[in-house]
């Protein structure tokens, strides 16, 4: 799936042109041209910050459905943007985040001392 059908998906659900939803979001409407060209395949996190923002979702469910070399790296970082990917992916992980996410860095130091514990290393 190319970008461009992501996005005219995402209008459709929302109700609105492909170009009002580019004035909205605060996108260029040549850059949702190119988008359909298929000139340009891959929209920059900023881009998808301000699309998710307007469509009410997450950077992630902005590119859901493309294939991998297509998303962006999250601030550049192929580490972060993997760590980004298990937490939308899988929702085990995502509970232990939501779990630990406000516990202080000794807390979370036991975590995971248990956890490897656990896991035997």
Partial sequence: MVFYERFKALCDKKGVTPSRAAIEAGVSKSLVSKWK???SKEPSPEVVRKLAEYFG????EVLEDLPQKEKPLVNGDEELTEYLEELRTRPEMKMLFQLTKDATKEDVEKAVRVIEAMLGK
Wanted: proline share 0%.
């Fill in 37 to 39: 060209a298929n000139e």
């Fill in 57 to 60: 979702i997450s950077a992630f």
